[in-house]
């Protein structure tokens, strides 16, 4: 299974585009920070993420206001087929 939810902030967002499928898009970077447990002791988790929202959600995603918490949902993939590198591609958002 591949899903991932993270309450994150937008902290740098481009503007909509559409693939040369005429598909909208939308690249980000996400900002997460949150206080974690890890074998008993407590554990700041401070990360970046590069995103992105295609299809119906990009609009929305495009509106968000920068800086503002969101609860994400959707699944990690490798940024192209040759990259290691991953991207997380929204599936659906919500105010945090």
């Keep these: 299974m591949n899903q991932l ?3 994150a902030t937008i902290a740098e ?3 909509l585009r559409y693939t040369p499928a005429g598909v ?3 690249g980000a970077i996400l900002m997460h920070s949150s206080q974690q447990e890890e074998a008993g002791v ?13 299809g119906e959600i990009s609009g ?3 509106s968000a206001e920068l ?11 490798r940024k192209n ?8 591609h929204i599936i659906d958002f919500s105010a945090a």
Excluded at 67 to 77: D, I, M, P, S, V
Excluded at 81 to 88: E, G, H
Aim: hydrophobic share 60%.
């Design 5 to 7: 939810q993270l309450i």
């Design 67 to 77: 800086g503002a918490a969101y609860r994400f949902e959707g699944f990690l993939a």
């Design 42 to 54: 407590a554990r700041l988790v401070q990360f970046e993420v590069t995103a992105l929202a295609a």
């Design 81 to 88: 087929r040759n990259s290691k590198a991953l991207v997380f």
């Design 60 to 62: 929305r995603f495009a």
């Design 24 to 26: 909208p898009i939308v």
């Design 13 to 15: 967002r481009d503007v």
